[in-house]
T-cell receptor
Framework: GESVGLHLPTLSVQEGDNSIINCAYS??????FIWYKQESGKGPQFIID?????DKRQGQRVTVLLNKTVKHLSLQIAATQPGDSAVYFC???????????FGAGTTVTVRA | KAGVTQTPRYLIKTRGQQVTLSCSPI?????VSWYQQTPGQGLQFLFE???????NKGNFPGRFSGRQFSNSRSEMNVSTLELGDSALYLC??????????????FGSGTQLSVL
């Protein structure tokens, strides 16, 4: 079948380029999605969220895209900077209970 | 506003011992969740407390327990420690009013090493 945004555990990006991080979620009942960034020695930090009634949401330098048909989520970071180097997690939540389920994470390394 | 505070930052224990971790949520947040993070399993949900009651639970053995106090502060306890319990334990808080559409705010975690 068609590969829509294969999840990669690592991503190396040139400073100034755009980054795209992909995530496939598992629960078709999930209605709320969050992207987190985790730097070494810190807890996950909120980046951006999106509800299931939307397919795109933009923040400062970041955009989240949601494709419910194929259960796929992506995070786009514009003009990647060294400070963007971190592990990025997607998380999903279903309306029935609040128990965020996290993806495996993608380690982003920004090359100078 | 102060963020989520977890203590201690690091802990070293030996097998068979027990450990208690502490979490102070963001002021006004009534829901506290705990997660275990390991390199192999990623972030795994342990449990959630709201108004001193456990509202949700993950798939962990009964050795893992928690509680929440009237000021919303929470503690997590692990008894009879095993080597596999070595992990970063993360606490997260949110207002807790809605069942969804609420961001979780995480602390920096407690790094537990079991020898």
């Amino acid at each position: 079948g068609e590969s829509v945004g294969l999840h990669l555990p690592t991503l190396s990006v040139q400073e100034g380029d755009n980054s795209i991080i992909n995530c496939a979620y598992s629960n078709s009942a999930s209605d709320y999605f969050i992207w987190y960034k985790q730097e070494s020695g810190k807890g996950p930090q909120f980046i951006i969220d999106i509800r299931s009634n939307m397919d795109k949401r933009q923040g400062q330098r970041v955009t989240v895209l949601l494709n419910k048909t194929v259960k796929h989520l992506s995070l786009q970071i514009a003009a990647t900077q060294p400070g963007d180097s971190a592990v990025y997690f997607c998380a999903e939540n279903s309306l029935s209970d609040y128990k965020l389920s996290f993806g495996a994470g993608t380690t982003v390394t920004v090359r100078a | 506003k102060a963020g989520v505070t977890q203590t201690p930052r690091y802990l070293i224990k030996t097998r068979g011992q027990q450990v208690t971790l502490s979490c102070s949520p963001i002021s006004g947040h009534r829901s506290v969740s705990w997660y275990q993070q390991t390199p192999g399993q990623g972030l795994q949900f342990l449990f959630e407390y709201f108004s001193e009651t456990q509202r949700n639970k993950g798939n962990f053995p009964g050795r893992f327990s928690g509680r929440q106090f009237s000021n919303s502060r929470s503690e997590m306890n692990v008894s009879t420690l095993e080597l596999g319990d070595s992990a970063l334990y993360l606490c997260a808080s949110r207002p807790g009013v809605a069942s969804t559409n609420e961001k979780l705010f995480f602390g920096s975690g407690t790094q537990l090493s079991v020898l």
